[in-house]
């Protein structure tokens, strides 16, 4: 059961749903002057509520995993709160080697890791961006340092993302925002709901109109990412029962083990050869059948051919 409030980006998201009077606790209206002091920096029971509702449908109210529930482990992101710093574990969770395991099996239990009971797990909530005052947060963002049990300030919404998305296990998803192409001077903010809500690439643009509407119908199942990525991130289907990208077309990256994850450094422009030609056997094709009339070319439909609009010397 949960029992904290928005949080993660649930963040700066209480600023921008801010703007409403918050009639200050323990302020006494005088006799004669009914009418109590505003307080601004605080957030109103409405804008509480509203943030929480946004919350409840996000990822971060859905953080815990039975594989990973030792306070020392990935609690120190995926529930704050819930994380010890200074447990036995602490130091052995930062090692990679402590987490080998044969693939499918299994995390080992660090020892000296305590799990923590999903009852108890407190997610990612208000008071981990937003300092409790009383029954309501303060408006202004913070980010909670568990291991100085205090809150730190941050500069921008991107800096208290960066906090948990930058860095780890090969996210480096600020870091790629700054270097977008195709959405330059952008924030996190201006995609991502601040309460942490989802967010799709078709939220914004419509694949059936406009330049590669025909190739975008042709491309219904791989991610808008996979094409426009401009960090050369590899490439695959994900056949992942479990994954929200199940048999999609996507771009990876290592987190203990290789996981489907959207690229966030973009670009217009679609190198075409990254899933039709990868340039040898040893690289098989994410595609096995390319839409080419030329037998000469692409005998049957095959891939594993050079064509002549992709020169030999360009690589993926």
């Not at 971060?60 to 200074?86: E, I, L, Q, V, Y």
């Not at 903010?189 to 643009?205: N, R, Y």
């Not at 509407?213 to 994900?238: K, M, P, S």
Request: hydrophobic fraction near 35%.
């Amino acid at each position: 059961m949960r029992t904290s409030l928005p949080h993660f980006l649930v963040i700066i998201g209480l600023s921008a749903v801010a703007g409403g009077l918050f009639w200050a606790a323990g302020i006494q209206a005088q006799e004669g002057s009914p009418t109590p002091v505003p307080d601004d920096t605080l957030a109103t029971p409405l804008q509480v509520a509203e943030a929480m509702a946004a919350w409840e449908t996000s990822e971060h109210a859905s953080t815990f995993d039975d594989g990973m529930g030792a306070d020392t482990t990935c609690a120190r992101c995926k529930s704050p709160m819930n994380w010890d710093p200074s447990g036995l574990a602490a130091e052995a969770a930062m090692n990679c080697s402590s987490c080998k395991r044969i693939p499918g099996q299994p995390r080992p239990v660090l020892m000296g890791g305590e799990a923590v009971s999903e009852e108890d797990w407190r997610h990612i909530g208000c008071e981990v961006c937003h300092e409790p005052v009383g029954d309501t947060f303060r408006v202004e963002a913070a980010f909670w340092n568990q291991s100085l049990a205090n809150y730190e300030p941050v500069e921008s919404p991107d800096d208290l993302c960066a906090h948990c998305h930058e860095g780890s296990h090969g996210f480096e998803v600020t870091e790629e925002v700054r270097k977008d192409d195709a959405h330059p001077g952008w924030s996190c903010l201006d995609c991502h709901d601040p309460h942490g809500g989802s967010v799709a690439c078709t939220d914004c643009h419509d694949a059936t109109t406009g330049p590669g509407a025909e190739e975008h119908l042709t491309h219904t199942d791989v991610h808008c990412t996979a094409c426009h990525d401009a960090g050369n991130l590899g490439l695959w289907r994900d056949y992942d029962a479990g994954s929200q990208y199940e048999d999609v077309v996507i771009t990876r990256r290592f987190a203990h083990t290789l996981t489907s994850w959207p690229s966030h450094n973009l670009q217009t422009e679609v190198a075409c050869q990254r899933c039709h030609h990868p340039g040898s056997i040893e690289r098989p094709a994410l595609a096995q059948t390319v839409s080419c009339g030329n037998e000469n070319c692409h005998p049957s439909g095959a891939v594993l051919y050079w064509c002549m609009l992709f020169p030999r010397d360009v690589q993926p």
